[in-house]
C-alpha cells in the first residue's frame, strides 16, 4: 500500500469520524454502508474499507456478520494510578456496579501462588473469583488470592455484595497502602469469553497486582483480565 493510499484512508477516516458526529449517532447506531461512503466522499470502496478497518482495530466500531458496521461503546478507563475498590472507585464516577462470585474456596498454595504472595508453599489460600460489572457490562474477572492466617473465617461474607477492600480494612484492621501491577496482554479462552459476553479469542488486559499493607506484607495478589474492546488502563505521569 502506498503513503499516498495510507494518507487517503487516514482522510476518509477522519470524514467518517465527523459524519458519526454530525449525525449524532450513538453506541450500536449502525453505520452507513461503504458504498454510501464510497460515493459520498468520491473514492473507492478499498479505500473506505481500509479507514472502516482502522477504526474497528481501535474499538470504535464493530461488525455483525451480515449486518454491517456498528458504533461501538465507549471504553471504561480505569485510572491504574488510584488505590481504590472496584465498586467504589466506579460509583465515585458516577457508574453502577455489580459482581458475580463464580468461586470461593480454600485451597492450598501451589508453588505460583505462594511465590508471589511470598508464603510458605502449600499454605492454606483463601481463592476468589469474581465477574465484575459496570452497568450490567461485564469488563473483568478478577481472581484474589488471600493468605488465611491474615483474615480467617472470610467465608462468611457474601463478596457478590461486599467490597473485599472494605472489608479488609474495616474488618481485619489492614491499612492498605499500596499495589502493584504488572500488566500483558493476552487472549480470551473460551470460558473466560463467556463469562465476559465477548468472542473467543478477543484481546484482553492480564494485570498481575499486589496489594501491600503498611507493613509491607502482600495482603491479596489478583489476576485480572480486562478485554481491551471495552477496557482501558490510563495512568498519569507527573514531573519529578
Not at 461512503?37 to 473506505?48: D, I, K, P, S, W
Request: glycine content about 4%; some cysteine; charged content about 30%.
Amino acid at each position: 500500500m502506498s503513503k499516498y493510499t495510507n494518507l487517503l484512508s487516514d482522510e476518509i477516516r477522519e470524514r467518517i469520524e465527523s459524519y458519526i458526529i454530525d449525525n449524532t449517532m450513538l453506541p450500536h447506531d449502525k453505520l452507513p454502508s461503504e458504498r454510501f461512503f464510497a460515493e459520498l466522499f468520491g473514492v473507492n470502496r478499498q479505500t473506505v474499507r481500509t479507514a472502516l478497518k482502522q477504526l474497528k482495530n481501535e474499538h470504535h466500531l464493530y461488525t455483525l456478520r451480515g449486518k454491517g458496521n456498528f458504533i461501538s461503546s465507549p471504553k471504561y478507563k480505569d485510572e491504574t494510578d488510584l488505590l481504590a475498590s472496584f465498586s467504589k472507585g466506579w460509583k465515585e464516577v458516577g457508574q453502577t456496579t455489580s459482581s458475580k462470585v463464580i468461586e470461593f474456596s480454600l485451597i492450598d498454595a501451589s508453588l505460583s501462588i505462594s511465590t508471589n504472595l511470598q508464603i510458605a508453599l502449600g499454605e492454606r489460600v483463601y481463592k476468589l473469583e469474581r465477574v465484575r460489572c459496570i452497568n450490567n457490562d461485564c469488563v473483568a474477572i478478577e481472581i484474589s488470592f488471600i493468605p488465611e492466617k491474615y483474615c480467617k473465617d472470610m467465608a462468611r461474607f457474601d463478596f457478590s455484595k461486599e467490597s473485599l477492600y472494605n472489608i479488609l480494612e474495616k474488618v481485619y484492621g489492614y491499612h492498605l497502602s499500596y499495589i502493584e501491577e504488572k500488566i500483558g496482554i493476552t487472549s480470551l479462552n473460551e470460558i473466560d469469553a463467556k463469562l465476559l459476553d465477548c468472542d473467543t479469542g478477543t484481546d484482553a488486559f492480564y494485570v498481575k497486582g499486589f496489594t501491600f499493607d503498611d507493613q509491607k506484607r502482600i495482603i491479596e495478589y489478583c489476576i485480572t483480565l480486562n478485554p481491551s474492546d471495552k477496557y482501558a488502563l490510563v495512568s498519569q505521569l507527573t514531573e519529578l
